[in-house]
Nanobody, 130 residues
């Protein structure tokens, strides 16, 4: 069992940056891949980024992350297994990035569909003003 709690969402001006955190509990957390999704009002939840379970993230970092094309290089996902935390760094934020951001854990990598994830947090609100 894995429990996930997101934090770090807030109101920010366009062009600004935010770092979201996903704190996990559960002793097998480091064996899960973790993804970030977002859901804007009236829209479906969409995939943002994913990081696999490798304990050593300093080697071949490009092989352990998976990004949605829509991120346009503006987001970076990372994890610290010693802190049971996954981060989503978002830069050059736009009003269209406004959404509730969720983290999720699953066994598959790469995985960009909701059904591929087993555990979900409750989300954190990100609002970008123009």
């Amino acid at each position: 069992q894995v429990q996930l709690v997101e934090s770090g969402g807030s109101l920010v001006q366009a062009g600004g940056s935010l770092r979201l955190s996903c704190l996990a509990s559960g002793r097998t957390f480091d064996t899960y891949a973790v993804g970030w999704f977002r859901q804007a009002p009236g829209l479906d939840r969409e995939f943002v980024a994913q990081i696999r379970w490798s304990a050593n993230i300093t080697i071949f970092p490009d092989s352990i992350t998976n990004y949605a094309d829509s991120t346009e290089g503006r987001v970076t996902i990372s994890r610290d297994n010693t802190k049971n935390t996954v981060y989503l760094q978002m830069n050059s934020l736009k009003p269209e990035d406004t959404a509730v951001y969720y983290c999720a854990a699953g066994r598959r990598f790469p995985a960009s569909r909701e059904l591929e994830y087993d555990y979900w947090g409750r989300g954190t609100q990100v609002t970008v003003s123009s």
